[in-house]
């Protein structure tokens, strides 16, 4: 179960020391795009760093990476037990997010790495990472509607949560394209601290050139806070501006917008899109980059999509499909680590298909048999788009068939 709250997580590291300096990124959407984008540049400038971004995606370790490469197993497990050791010794009763951040700064802190790239798991004010003792730069990303029943029912109160990551004396880089009423509050928030607002701001940093033709507008948006905030980390670093984005351009950040190539599982020979947006704000994305992309070739597009149980899916699905569309419901597999984590029934996610009053051409049952919706997509598509979406973890799931 989730259980915010910095009680445990501090007990828990109270004796672990954490010489590394910290860039922590708050917000709704493009967290873990930043965490990516900032990593690529810090080891172009060849600075030591560790990542640590949630959820995982294949194995449970690989949320934790040294210097662009996942810790081994092994490692992982080593500082795991350490750290559940020390939970059960102090009968500190610490959540499994609580216990793996404690487990990453761990390995951060034997690896000696100079900067700490972490990525908040849910909200920020309360959330687990925010245990960081040596911030030097914190990033607060696009704010959307999440995760309401923690973090409260509006955009503002949800930007007061997000900016508790922020730190007295340490600046703080901002996505200018929020609304001005969650500016004002980090603003606000940030002045009490008497900490400053950098906002990343497109209209006045356009990347224009073959940057602009690369990328959507929104992982421009994610990248110029990288940008921006690799300029406060490191402001020494011996690369141009153009330099920098390009190298960020280029990081890999599976799961979002990925293409990827399932014939030796499907026979497919076209590349399947596959995105873990899951909600409104990120359906949107991926909404716009499908009717720009993909929708050009005027076929339908078949889904094979996913959610997590008690996910609000109507408005994603709203956003998403269209009148003509192919749609197979899946429920993705148990997820390592995080037992509270249920998928939605596949008949549910079908009947809020059926609610959005778009008229679906066909549709699939699949289950839990992942593979045999996204057999079923791969032939009712018959060569026109496939996209796969509305989960983290059913992303989770196609890697690992791939890698199977």
Known sequence: MIELGLARITALLKNTTQTWKAIHVAGTNGKGSICAYLNAMLRASRVSCGRFTSPHLVDRWDCITINDSPVPEAQFRHFEELVKRRNQEENLNASEFELLTATAFEIFEAEKVEFGVVEVGLGGRLDATNALKHKTVTIISKIGLDHQSFLGNTLEEIALQKAGIIRPGVPCVVDASNPPSVLDVIRSQAKSLDSSVRLADLRYNGFGGELSEQLEQHQQQNLLCAYEAFHLAYPHHGMSMHELLSVGANAIWPGRLQPIDIQKVTGRVQPVLLDGAHNPQSAGVLSAFVEKRLRASNKPVTWVLAASAGKDILEIFKVLLRD?????????????????????????????????????????????????????????????????????????????????
Request: glycine share 12%; net charge negative.
């Open 324 to 404: 003509g569309d192919n749609v197979a419901a899946v429920e993705f597999g148990p997820v390592d680590g995080m037992p509270w984590v249920r998928p939605m029934k596949s008949a549910a996610i079908l009947q809020t298909v059926d609610d959005t009053g778009i008229s679906i051409q066909d549709r699939q049952d699949a289950q839990a048999d992942v593979a045999q919706g996204l057999n079923w997509a791969s032939k009712v598509s018959g060569g026109g788009p496939l996209v796969v979406a509305g989960s983290l973890y059913l992303v989770s799931d196609i890697l690992k068939i791939l890698r199977a």
